[in-house]
């Protein structure tokens, strides 16, 4: 009997409910507001020094327009013909009168590359001359002008 007593006592037990009525969720705007109140500051703060900036009478420099360089200009292509000749453009120019306008035109692009063609039968040392003459105008970018050998030909 006593193992019918306590089964009779389980099925007579109810789990317990809560009939309470639940809070309702609240929200908590504190935090906004004192962001809102600190953007309001920042805002402030910011508007007065831009005021302050504005209150000199200043005379603001004027300077021409200068149109900006979209490309790297051409090469400046010299000749050093088999007697030593040199040539920018169809005109003979001695080593002395290189220099200056290699520097002139260094002066008006830092980055100005010279192309150096020589003839293969002439003197060698007039080309070293002429790279020379690029060293002392501090034209960084200079190069030797060559023709590819055609396939099949011996030299």
Not at 93 to 106: C, F, G, K, M, T
Not at 141 to 153: D, M, V
Request: with cysteine; aromatic share 6%; glycine share 6%.
């Amino acid at each position: 009997m006593d193992d019918r007593s306590t089964s009779g006592n389980k099925a007579n037990r109810r789990m317990p409910l809560r009939t309470d009525s639940l809070e309702e969720p609240q929200l908590n705007l504190t935090p906004m507001i004192d962001i809102v109140f600190l953007l309001i500051i920042f805002f402030m703060v910011g508007t007065r020094f831009s005021e302050i900036e504005q209150q000199y009478d200043i005379e603001l420099p004027t300077a021409a327009a200068v149109e900006p360089i979209t490309s790297r200009p051409d090469a400046i292509i010299l000749n050093v013909a088999r007697s030593g000749l040199v040539t920018i453009s169809g005109e003979r120019v001695s080593l002395a009168d290189l220099q200056p306008r290699l520097e002139a035109a260094r002066k008006s692009y830092s980055e100005q590359s010279v192309l150096i063609r020589g003839d293969g039968e002439g003197v060698y040392q007039s080309i070293v001359d002429v790279m020379d003459v690029c060293h002392k105008a501090q034209i960084r970018s200079f190069s030797l002008a060559f023709q590819p050998e055609t396939a099949g030909a011996t030299p």
